[in-house]
């Protein structure tokens, strides 16, 4: 189901970019996500989304951007794609995201968008306009395997989509790495995906990984990824019942394992494990 809302604040602001992803304004267009990805954190109770599968369009959204970008005293990066994807299905409609950056565009702000849609190609053009000042895609890929991706990430693109809109932007000098994030205990904390992905990374232009090797598990959030798991993957989720207990933070028994071989990778092709964030020009001292 999709609905129409009046967002009263669009931009939320941080004190100072956060440190993984230089984000220091959020936006997001939509609440609730088409990609029904099994893991989502989004669906905890503290983000009050009744039904993470109902779309609700922000229609007033552009209107506020206007008003408030030129309001910020302080010019830092935009992020879009937290709590949901900013290029899901409904995004080829109305065409939120793209309007939204034209305007992000002619007040010259830096911008991070993070999906798992190819269809941010469809902006290059305002990306590559952006990109005079700052501007950085990048792809959240979990699994080198199209099939599996399908299965954990039903209303996504396939992961192969995402590597090819990676080269896309890449071959347009547009800043583009991969958020490697969650990995998936017992179910994609494998050496062999973790190299997987960064090689075809490293092959589809991305200039940095982003790696959490992990999931986190709270509450209604939990609850429907542990239903999904009986449902695809019989048996796991009492391992993860044993493993994880009630925490909120599940790290994959690999994750040490996993760190070295992906800083080993990284090493080797010249990839970053930290993205290079929006600088702003400094101002000449006066004499």
């Known amino acids: 189901m999709v609905t129409e809302i009046q967002a009263r604040v669009l931009l939320s602001s941080?004190?100072?970019?956060?440190?993984?992803?230089?984000i220091r304004y959020t936006m997001n267009l939509y609440r609730?996500?088409?990609?029904?990805?099994?893991?989502?954190?989004?669906?905890?109770?503290?983000?009050?989304?009744?039904?993470?599968?109902?779309?609700?369009?922000?229609?007033?959204?552009?209107?506020?951007?206007r008003k408030e970008l030129p309001r910020k005293r302080t010019k830092g990066t935009v992020g879009t794609g937290s709590m949901n994807d900013p290029y899901m299905p409904i995004e080829a409609e109305r065409n939120m995201t793209g309007r939204a950056l034209g305007i992000i565009?002619?007040?010259?702000?830096?911008?991070?968008?993070?999906?798992?849609?190819?269809?941010?190609?469809r902006d290059l053009a305002t990306l590559q306009a952006?990109?005079?000042?700052?501007?950085?895609?990048?792809f959240t890929i979990t699994t080198a395997d199209d099939d599996l991706g399908k299965r954990l990430e039903p209303g996504a693109p396939r992961v192969s989509a995402r590597f090819a809109a990676m080269q896309t932007l890449a071959a347009h000098n547009i800043l583009t790495?991969?958020?490697?994030?969650p990995v998936l205990p017992f179910i994609e904390d494998t050496a062999d995906?973790?190299?997987?992905?960064?090689?075809?990374a490293r092959d589809s232009g991305a200039t940095y990984i982003l790696p959490a090797f992990g999931v986190t598990l709270r509450d209604r959030q939990r609850d429907y990824y542990y239903a999904k798991l009986d449902r695809l993957f019989p048996g796991l989720r009492p391992r993860y019942e044993r493993a994880f207990g009630q925490r909120y933070s599940?790290?994959?028994?690999?994750?040490?394992r996993l760190y070295q071989l992906c800083r080993d990778l990284c090493d080797r092709y010249g990839l970053a494990l930290k993205m290079p964030f929006y600088q702003?020009?400094?101002?000449l001292a006066l004499l």
């Open 14 to 22: 941080h004190p100072k970019p956060d440190p993984w992803f230089g």
């Open 32 to 65: 609730g996500c088409q990609h029904q990805c099994i893991y989502c954190d989004s669906r905890s109770e503290c983000y009050r989304i009744d039904d993470f599968a109902d779309i609700q369009v922000k229609v007033n959204a552009l209107d506020l951007l």
């Open 105 to 121: 565009a002619e007040h010259q702000f830096p911008v991070h968008i993070i999906t798992k849609s190819d269809l941010v190609v």
């Open 130 to 138: 952006i990109s005079q000042v700052y501007a950085a895609v990048s």
């Open 177 to 181: 790495g991969v958020t490697l994030m």
């Open 193 to 200: 995906n973790i190299a997987a992905i960064i090689t075809r």
């Open 250 to 256: 599940a790290s994959s028994p690999n994750a040490s």
């Open 280 to 283: 702003p020009p400094t101002q």
